[in-house]
């Protein structure tokens, strides 16, 4: 196999709206990409001084160096038939530092949950939307990953972008993916964990740029601070000893099960008048529930 293989093909126009944060599937374009007998590789680092693909091979890890292409796209070849598990040495003012890459990760949200958040009908839209922390135990060689999976929805945006204390609130280099036509906008960025602030960028139809905070976030800065903040709760309950108790417990007053509930002293029939106030149920129909 060639050690010199040529990345696959992106034409100028598709790099361009991908720089420009107007690519609605950057996913296509950045990541990783099989060619003919080998993985195209391109990353967006907009302020990168240099960028270099580490890889896992049957012998351990290899090196393989990107080239700059396009106003901030880095983009190589990788000698290999298959993706191979890789991270990213992005090089900035001589210091280097190695990360995952967030475009070689399938969506977080399955088409179930698009489909009901598209129809306004998700009953648990914090388990869909917002910021939710992630963790994916690793398969073969390839170690587990923990990120977050940033996720909102903005049907009328014509590009999304995420930013943070994980890109140094710069954009740029985490331009979001479209879902479909659901308006849901998703990118998991590996690394990213419960106390990272951060906001999203919304492009609109007259191209400005608006930073937003999180609508679904699960926490907040304190005012007058306005980012939202990653939160992955660690608490552990500790009622392991008395839910078998509470399974076998009965009521002691039924549930209402009308649209409307009294207070009512018993009947003759009931709880003395002495005795404490009981409920009682009054139903605001006659019809049973087999009625038609």
């Known amino acids: 196999m060639s050690e010199r293989s040529?990345?696959?093909p992106v034409s100028?126009?598709?790099l361009a709206l991908v720089v420009?944060?107007?690519h609605r599937d950057p996913h296509a374009v950045l990541g990783a990409h099989l060619g003919d007998g080998s993985v195209t590789v391109r990353a967006l680092k907009p302020l990168a001084d240099s960028v270099v693909v580490r890889y896992r091979t049957g012998g351990g890890w290899a090196e393989a160096p990107l080239a700059h292409e396009h106003e901030g796209v880095w983009a190589g070849a990788l000698p290999v038939a298959?993706?191979?598990d890789y991270r990213l040495v992005v090089t900035y003012a001589g210091i280097a530092r190695e990360a995952d890459d967030p475009y070689r990760f399938w969506p977080t949200l399955s088409d179930l949950d698009l489909h009901l958040v598209t129809d306004g009908r998700h009953d648990e839209l914090w388990h869909a939307l917002g910021a939710r922390v992630q963790h994916y135990p690793g398969l073969g060689e390839a170690e587990g990953v923990s990120g977050t999976a940033f996720t909102v929805w903005a049907p009328g945006a014509h590009g999304v972008r995420v930013e943070g204390d994980f890109n140094s609130w710069d954009g740029r280099e985490h331009p979001m993916r479209q879902l479909g036509g659901s308006g849901v906008w998703e990118l998991f960025v590996p690394g990213v964990g419960s106390g990272t602030r951060y906001k999203h960028r919304?492009?609109?139809g007259s191209g400005?740029?608006?930073e937003r905070a999180d609508p679904m976030a699960a926490a907040a800065e304190v005012p007058p601070a306005t980012s939202s903040v990653v939160f992955e709760s660690s608490h552990r309950w500790g009622d392991d000893a008395w839910r078998p108790t509470a399974a076998g417990a009965r009521r002691?007053?039924?549930?209402?099960r009308s649209t409307s509930c009294t207070w009512a002293r018993g009947g003759a029939t009931g709880p003395t008048a002495t005795s404490p106030r009981s409920w009682s149920t009054t139903s605001s129909t006659s019809a049973s529930p087999t009625s038609s």
Do not use: K, N
């Open 6 to 8: 040529e990345a696959l």
């Open 82 to 84: 298959e993706v191979p």
């Open 12 to 14: 100028p126009e598709e």
């Open 20 to 22: 420009a944060g107007r």
């Open 252 to 256: 002691s007053t039924p549930p209402c």
């Open 208 to 210: 400005a740029w608006h």
């Open 202 to 204: 919304v492009l609109d």
